[in-house]
T-cell receptor, first 112, second 113 residues
């Protein structure tokens, strides 16, 4: 079945780059997503990538997709304390529905 | 648009009581999702609707949980009777099929004593 896995915790210093990794199993996924959850709030879409792309850049965010290895990463350049949050990777279920499969979430801690 | 609206934001109840969580999706969205988030299990999809019809309820943990969507602008998730292990944050999300974003509500934090 479909499954999405992430490491649970990452700690970086302010100003450094953060790289959050994710692996997924459904090779027919059409879109892959990164969501951010700040404390006490719902999830908010950060960025997404279509499965025929290798890379997408959006300001400080870079998404890399290795479809062969089913590996997705999110790089945050010049990480700020405001980036501290939980980051969820998700894949769009291949059954042509609006359903997403989420990973467990990676807690990013940014130290000043 | 005000976004996805959930009520109540916090609910504290005693074991055995009935709990009803409410959700108003974004107008025009044809998919609605109910999720549960706990430290132990992360974010779990409980059930989702398309055009008010339940499509997949395989994530609903037990018969104590039920969800309805009587119209396009309202959905409820009911737990009867509630148990302490139901304590979690429950999120509602909505989307249009052709969109690439699920819009999440702020969540309802449920505590069952």
């Amino acid at each position: 079945g479909e499954d999405v896995e992430q490491s649970l915790f990452l700690s970086v210093r302010e100003g450094d780059s953060s790289v959050i990794n994710c692996t997924y199993t459904d090779s027919s996924s059409t879109y892959l997503y990164w969501y951010k959850q700040e404390p006490g709030a719902g999830l908010q879409l950060l960025t997404y990538i279509f499965s025929n792309m290798d890379m997408k850049q959006d300001q400080r965010l870079t998404v890399l997709l290795n479809k062969k290895d089913k590996h997705l990463s999110l790089r945050i350049a010049d990480t700020q304390t405001g980036d501290s949050a939980i980051y969820f990777c998700a894949e769009r279920f291949s059954g042509n529905t609006g359903k997403l499969i989420f990973g467990q979430g990676t807690t990013l801690q940014v130290k000043p | 648009d005000a976004g996805v609206i959930q009520s109540p934001r916090h609910e504290v109840t005693e074991m055995g009581q009935e709990v009803t969580l409410r959700c108003k999706p974004i107008s025009g969205h044809d998919y609605l999702f109910w999720y549960r988030q706990t430290m132990m299990r992360g974010l779990e999809l409980l059930i989702y609707f398309n055009n008010n019809v339940p499509i997949d309820d395989s994530g609903m943990p037990e018969d104590r949980f039920s969800a309805k969507m009587p119209n396009a602008s309202f959905s409820t998730l009911k737990i009867q009777p509630s148990e302490p292990r139901d304590s979690a944050v429950y999120f509602c999300a909505s989307t249009q099929y052709r969109d690439n974003e699920q819009f999440f509500g702020p969540g309802t934090r449920l505590t069952v004593l």
